[in-house]
T-cell receptor, first 112, second 115 residues
Framework: DQQVKQNSPSLSVQEGRISILNCDYTNSMFDYFLWYKKYPAEGPTFLISISSIKDKNEDGRFTVFLNKSAKHLSLHIVPSQPGDSAVYFCAAKPPNAGKSTFGDGTTLTVKP | EAGVVQSPRYKIIEKKQPVAFWCNPISGHNTLYWYRQNLGQGPELLIRYENEEAVDDSQLPKDRFSAERLKGVDSTLKIQPAELGDSAVYLC?????????????FGPGTRLLVL
């Protein structure tokens, strides 16, 4: 049973537009959520995170929204740039634990 | 500052052969993680170390996988014997501590192909 799901394997957007990547989770014990970005032949790189006590966290062009009742989070990238083209992983952690459970990733392509 | 270093970057072996992966975490990072990433999937934790102690190895297939982190710095992950299904990318990550807010820094991974 996959506890973190990214239902869209891929997403293509035009440069300058908004990219919205979605993630759903099933384990109500998760209380910390992260997004990672991965380029080919590299390891994932931390992008942004959010605690369950918040519903929004913003860092520059990146904003993560958390809807606890729906067990859903999303990553918004505005404006999207070609360099944002990568695989984006959603991850979740329970309290007091270092273990992250990852989704299968969404490949974002930003077209010039 | 140097990132997480892993070697080798690629490894091709025949099934039933042994294989070992090495990881050097970021200096000062007490927590070290080994993940396995199958094609088209996200990373899955195999084992987590706090200094020298393995604090979470519940997902490590202990019949064929072993890991060690001597002196709480470098770590080695071994598979013996390797099976076809072990083909994957093995990622090492480190963080200052093991708390939920700690950022994990990943190495580039070792891509293993078992023939």
């Amino acid at each position: 049973d996959q506890q973190v799901k990214q239902n869209s394997p891929s997403l293509s957007v035009q440069e300058g537009r908004i990219s919205i990547l979605n993630c759903d989770y099933t384990n109500s014990m998760f209380d910390y959520f992260l997004w990672y970005k991965k380029y080919p032949a590299e390891g994932p790189t931390f992008l942004i995170s959010i605690s369950s006590i918040k519903d929004k966290n913003e860092d520059g062009r990146f904003t993560v929204f958390l809807n606890k009742s729906a067990k859903h989070l999303s990553l918004h990238i505005v404006p999207s740039q070609p360099g944002d083209s990568a695989v984006y992983f959603c991850a979740a952690k329970p309290p007091n634990a270092g273990k992250s459970t990852f989704g299968d990733g969404t490949t974002l392509t930003v077209k010039p | 500052e140097a990132g997480v270093v892993q070697s080798p970057r690629y490894k091709i072996i025949e099934k039933k052969q042994p294989v070992a992966f090495w990881c050097n975490p970021i200096s000062g990072h007490n927590t070290l993680y080994w993940y396995r990433q199958n094609l088209g999937q996200g990373p899955e934790l195999l084992i987590r170390y706090e200094n020298e102690e393995a604090v979470d190895d519940s997902q490590l297939p202990k019949d064929r996988f072993s890991a060690e982190r001597l002196k709480g710095v470098d770590s080695t992950l071994k598979i013996q014997p390797a099976e076809l299904g072990d083909s994957a990318v093995y990622l090492c990550a480190s963080s200052l501590g093991g708390g939920p807010g700690e950022t994990q820094y990943f190495g580039p991974g070792t891509r293993l192909l078992v023939l």
